[in-house]
């Protein structure tokens, strides 16, 4: 069965094309800086890597191009898309309605594309990947796998918000947490990493890409985690503020004449590490870069960006009441010792966490990178949302036949 997984995030499609008798990756690749200068796809196809710089101005776009590269004449995988037997998606908000995979259909679609108020950088262009593939590969099952299922284990402790009661019963406003799938993977391969049982460990995931969450996994259970009602809540990001005091939204929508729905646009989208650069970048290498230099603007970017990460961090021991194990990933995560190393040492010496430097100085492989004397063991784990996609596609499309 040949399952190709689509991975829409904020600023990127991840895709995947997998044999799944064997779980071999057939082509993938990463269409990456959607909407700004530079974007290009990452094409991967057995060992070959190639790189195609081309303007892609939307998530629309990008998948177009993923689809014409899999059956291209250059770099071509299958002779037809009529080999692909099951399409696998990412969707990232699934509020309490979906709380597992689903097999789409019209019905399950409405209400994905209903909740894209509540996801405004991601459903939208979940559903225009469904959609698209839908059309292109018509008699092919689509499935969602949502990025709040992993989360579902939460108490109420973690989940409900301090307000009115009735408002949670009407509305359900609550914390859904998201990037599941990814804090769920790194979680479980950290602990086979370590030979231990996860139902021993308190676990600290650190999804840091565009997009970024922090997760505390007890005993194997997602029990909190930074985002929120929405994407939007928790860490510093690209374009995302993160937690404000809610307060602002309201002072802002007064004095600037905004609608409170405009003040939200651009919390989501105008702040962030972009914000605080003054709109120069939302590539956290790019504000690295600068950082190194000596720009001050940019380095003040990156200080609050890893004192935010820090902070969860210290606030998730306190709420597992320790922790074992700390796990980096995702493009920032999974790529940036300087991140890596300055938060550890400017941040986590109290806990015990001990880097070793040169084992730090990598990018993008599972490795320990703390001390064997660390009373905490620090790990970078590469995410592979698009594996856990295609596992859960599979097991729903074959027990549907
Ligand atoms: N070598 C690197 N150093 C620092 N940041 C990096 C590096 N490589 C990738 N990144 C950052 O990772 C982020 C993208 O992460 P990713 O997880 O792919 O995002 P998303 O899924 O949210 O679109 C970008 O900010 C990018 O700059
Ligand atoms: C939920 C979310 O922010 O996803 P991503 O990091 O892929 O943008
Ligand atoms: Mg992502």
């Known amino acids: 069965m040949k399952v190709l997984v689509i991975n829409s995030g904020s600023s990127s499609i991840k895709y995947q ?6 779980e071999k990756v057939l082509a993938k690749g990463l269409v990456e800086r959607i909407g700004i200068e530079g974007s290009r796809i990452i094409h991967r196809k057995n060992e070959e890597k190639y790189v195609i710089e081309k303007a892609i101005k939307n998530h629309e776009e990008g998948l177009k191009e993923v689809l014409d590269l899999l059956t291209s004449e250059d770099y071509k995988v299958i002779s037809s898309l009529n080999e692909i037997d099951a399409v696998g998606h990412r969707v990232v908000h699934g509020g309490e309605r979906f709380s597992s995979s689903v097999i789409i259909d019209k019905d399950s679609l409405d ?3 209903m909740m894209s108020f509540l996801a405004p950088l991601h ?3 979940n559903v225009m990947g469904i959609k698209a593939a839908m059309e292109l590969l018509p008699n092919v099952p689509q499935v969602g796998v949502f990025d709040t299922s992993f989360h579902q284990t939460m108490p109420k402790t973690s989940f409900l918000y301090a ?3 009735e408002y949670y019963e009407k509305y359900k406003i609550r914390r859904y947490g998201f990037h ?3 804090h769920k993977y790194v979680s479980k391969r950290a602990a086979e990493i370590l030979n231990k049982d996860i139902k021993t460990l308190k676990i600290i995931t650190s999804h840091i890409g565009n ?3 922090i997760a505390a996994v007890k005993n194997g259970e997602s029990f909190d985690t930074s985002m929120g009602f929405t994407p939007l809540e928790g860490l510093v990001m690209g374009t995302r503020s993160g937690d404000i005091d809610p307060a602002i939204v309201s002072f802002l929508a007064q004095e600037e004449g905004l609608t409170t729905k405009e003040v939200v646009e651009i919390l989501n989208n105008k702040s962030g590490v972009y914000g605080i650069t003054k709109g120069f970048s939302s590539d956290m290498r790019d504000i690295e870069d600068k950082a190194l230099e000596g720009d001050k603007v940019c380095r003040l970017a990156l200080d609050i960006y890893e004192y935010r990460i820090a902070k969860y961090i210290g606030a998730y021991a306190a709420a597992m009441n320790g922790v074992d194990v700390i796990v980096f990933t995702a493009g920032v995560g999974e790529n940036s010792p300087v991140t890596r190393e300055e938060i550890c040492e400017k941040y986590l010496t109290y806990l015990g966490v001990k880097i070793d430097k040169e084992k730090n100085n990598f990018k993008g492989l599972e490795r320990v990178i703390s001390t064997p004397d660390s009373k905490v063991e620090v790990l970078v784990v590469p995410t592979n949302e698009e594996l856990m996609i295609a596992r859960e596609t599979k097991e729903l499309v074959s027990t549907k036949n």
């Open 17 to 22: 094309l997998l044999e799944m008798d064997t």
């Open 111 to 113: 209400t994905i594309e």
């Open 123 to 125: 459903n939208p262009a």
């Open 163 to 165: 307000i009115p009661y």
């Open 180 to 182: 599941g799938t990814s």
């Open 211 to 213: 997009g970024a969450s």
